[in-house]
């Protein structure tokens, strides 16, 4: 199928379960499979890398991180490195998705940085409406808002039915992270 022939969709996984972000990872590796341009953009997800960024790397898909240290959102509220990553991650969410030049745009954790404020989601939801036709955009993050489940194609909630961390297990290198 020609470039011109493909319809990009917009697709989003949600929920309070594990495997968002492993979903993502999943269709980002199918896509560099088929030769597709793939763009994984992690929005507030910084510190220590996730193991899955060097291989989505070895594969031939771009990775971008603004936020250089863990989020503070996991230890009670935002900070302004959040805030400041969030801003540049939407700054390059809507260069990256109004270009063209990705087939496939990964918003890592997009929900979340919208529904914690981090990011304008009138913003985000305007740069994916006037995405080129063939650019598919991939949503993650808990607490997608309604608009964005409205503006979606495809929905995928993950549920929690139970997790090792209610057992005190910590995240595991090459497992959680």
Known sequence: MAESDRVGLVQ?????GKGKTTAAVGLAVRAAGARLRVLFLQFVKGGERSSELAMLERIGVAVKRPAREST????????????????????????????????????D?????????????KRL????AARPVHVEVVLTGRGASDAI????????????????????????KGIEF
């Open 72 to 107: 503070g959102l996991l230890a009670g509220g935002a900070t302004d490195e959040d805030r400041r990553a969030g801003k540049e991650a939407l700054a390059l969410a809507e260069e990256a998705i109004g270009s063209g030049a990705y087939d496939v745009v990964v918003l």
């Open 12 to 16: 989003v996984y949600t929920g309070d």
């Open 149 to 172: 489940i409205e503006a979606a194609d495809l929905v995928t909630e993950m549920r929690s039915h139970k997790h090792p961390f209610e057992r005190g297990v910590p995240a595991r």
């Open 125 to 128: 939801l305007a740069a994916i």
């Open 109 to 121: 954790e997009a929900c979340v940085a919208a529904a914690q404020g981090l990011v304008d989601e």
